[in-house]
């Protein structure tokens, strides 16, 4: 079955202590993208990656990281969380064949205390 | 990012009715598309549009690009329960996707 996973689904952590979502498409979808949803704000694009070794900010990229080292694969890194990252996170992947309709992983709901 | 501008932000439905919202934004976009997000689930592709005034239906869903490029709107017709659920508008002009703050549509009880 095509589809996107993140892990962990649900992470409660506390300030400053490291953390590292995953994302693994099995589309062979060469762009990638990662977004928080926050009531009354919709979706935000945090970074986004066009191939492998490719990645580029979003509109919200402050205090996060991200890395593409191999096609499957976009794991977003928040190296201090802070509880303004408290969020709704979600990963999603598109093939250039079919053009911007991305595909979106289940969500990963993060607490920050 | 670019700001789209989403109407309504919640609208209740009745079972057999139609309903409609609607996007609109300052910036020209070269793509529309709708999402709709179930509770707890990411949100799930709906229309893409890809030409100004472009109509497209899926289903008792009907979505259009408008002519100048910086609209688009989403009717459904004769509503069921499942319907239920937060719509998403987004326009993009390469990779990069705007979104707008959703639309929640809720049954009437």
């Known amino acids: 079955e095509a589809q996107v996973t993140q892990n962990p689904r649900y992470l409660i952590t506390v300030t400053g202590k490291k953390l590292t979502v995953t994302c693994s498409q099995n589309?062979?979808?060469?762009?990638m993208s990662w977004y928080r949803q926050d009531p009354g704000l919709g979706l935000r694009q945090i970074y986004y990656?066009?191939?492998?070794?490719?990645?580029d900010k979003g509109d919200v990229p402050e205090g996060y990281k991200v890395s593409r080292k191999e096609k499957r694969n976009f794991p977003l890194i928040l190296e201090s969380p802070s509880p303004n990252q408290t969020s709704l996170y979600f990963c999603?992947?598109?093939?250039?064949?079919?053009?911007?309709?991305?595909?979106f992983g289940p969500g990963t709901r993060l607490t920050v205390t | 990012g670019q700001q789209l501008n989403q109407s309504p932000q919640s609208m209740f439905i009745q079972e057999g009715e139609d309903v409609s919202m609607n996007c609109t934004s300052s910036?020209?976009?070269?793509?529309w598309l709708w999402y709709k997000q179930d509770p707890g689930e990411g949100p799930v592709l709906l229309i893409a549009?890809?030409?100004?005034?472009e109509l497209t239906s899926n289903g008792r869903l009907t979505a259009q690009f408008g002519i100048t490029r910086k609209d688009s709107f989403l009717n459904i017709s004769a509503s069921i329960p499942s319907d239920v659920g937060i719509y998403f508008c987004?326009?993009?002009?390469?990779?990069?996707?705007?979104f707008g703050a959703g639309t929640t549509v809720t049954v009437r009880a």
């Open positions: 999603a992947s598109s093939s250039y064949a079919t053009g911007y309709e991305q595909y």
């Open positions: 589309m062979n979808h060469e762009y």
């Open positions: 990656s066009m191939n492998v070794e490719v990645t």
């Open positions: 910036s020209i976009f070269n793509t």
């Open positions: 549009l890809y030409k100004a005034g």
């Open positions: 987004a326009g993009s002009n390469d990779y990069k996707l705007s």
